[in-house]
């Protein structure tokens, strides 16, 4: 029986997933993204790890039935080129899905890096049975997918959901996006990582001085929450205002899709309830209630296995389809 590719493009990290065809997990690999050298370099470090997982399991090109890529950004499903990548030096019009097709010689199917997320967790994870869901990845930045009635919403440009740039305030953090206050210079390792900044540049007292070594360049959001454990004051009011700019979004999330389910994912929802409680506070005291009690606040059930899955299980679905 032939196997399934999955593959999650992140600015960090590549995370190829290697399936059954029933989406049992046979392997993966992670390896550094190196962004910042270019799209070439990157499309042969993803090659490479993907010849490399399957020589691991002693399979050939010939063995994979379809490989299915989430890739950040803006993107042409149909052509399977990556139009833009906002963390990514020279990755303009790339055409990932035919590099990959003549470079492996096996169906490549594309589509957003955080749709994949989602349809990982709908069919395989916290969603399962639900029809109604938005779900969040909490990573560097913030993404969201959307999934309507049963059936992923893109819009008429397939920006729908992109809810990291939703605006907190009229002037804010700059955003790379050109504006400023968006949402996900808030909610994000990255926001999370400033907040702590300009906490400390107050002169403030915090164990996380001693563990980045005074380079914020050290920090990460993982630190934070183990400093919240430690009961450090700087941290936890980190994750506690972190977690009301997330619940406003909720809330407008609510209000504006009425979601059964909104699943929490992406490496800063390790942090759990340290930052969902708070969250939670803001949704019961503003959103409506109707909505709000139909609505389940959850952390997914797949981790950063999430956008693998989904991507192997809707290479192979598509490609079948074809």
């Known amino acids: 029986m032939k196997k399934l590719l999955g593959v999650d493009l992140g600015g960090a990290t590549i995370k190829i997933g290697l399936f059954e065809s029933d989406l049992k997990k046979i392997a993966e690999k992670k390896i550094a993204t190196e962004a910042h050298k270019g799209s070439n370099h990157v499309l042969h470090l993803m090659a490479s790890g993907i010849q ?44 990932i899905g035919l590099w990959f097709e003549n470079k492996l010689q096996i169906p490549v199917i594309i589509d957003n ?15 399962i049975q639900k029809q ?10 913030l993404g969201a997918s959307v999934l309507i009635n049963g059936a992923m919403y893109y819009g008429c440009t397939e920006n729908a959901g992109d809810i990291g740039h939703m605006h ?19 909610v994000s390792a990255t926001g999370m990582i400033q907040t702590v900044q300009e906490k400390l540049s107050q002169k403030r007292s915090s164990i996380l001085k001693e563990w980045s070594k005074n380079d914020m360049r050290n920090m990460t959001a993982k630190m934070i929450s183990e400093a919240f454990d430690a009961d450090d004051a700087v941290a936890k009011e980190t994750l506690q205002e972190t ?55 959850t952390l997914g059930k797949l981790g950063d296995s999430a956008g693998i899955a989904g991507a192997a299980l809707y290479g192979y679905e598509n490609t079948l389809k074809k």
């Not at 994949?116 to 916290?126: I, S, T, V």
């Not at 109604?132 to 930045?141: D, K």
């Not at 907190?168 to 808030?186: E, F, H, K, Q, V």
């Open 243 to 297: 977690g009301v700019y997330l619940g406003y979004g909720l809330v407008n999330i609510i209000h504006l899709y009425n979601p059964e389910m909104i699943i929490i994912g992406g490496g800063v929802a390790e942090a759990g309830e340290r930052l969902l409680h708070s969250a939670r506070k803001i949704v019961e005291k503003n959103a409506l209630d109707l909505p709000q009690k139909n609505c389940t606040i």
């Open 113 to 127: 890096d955080v749709r994949m997320n989602l349809y990982g967790e709908w069919k395989q994870g916290a969603g």
């Open 52 to 95: 490399s997982l399957l020589e691991e399991n002693d399979l050939s090109n010939h063995d994979i039935l379809s490989m299915g890529m989430g890739i950040p950004g803006l993107l042409d499903r149909e052509k399977g080129i990556s139009i833009y990548s906002p963390n990514f030096t020279n990755w303009k019009n790339v055409p």
């Open 132 to 141: 109604n869901i938005v779900l969040f990845t909490l990573g560097a930045n």
């Open 168 to 186: 907190l305030y009229p002037t804010g953090r700059p955003c790379y996006c050109g504006s400023s206050g968006c949402l996900g210079r808030y």
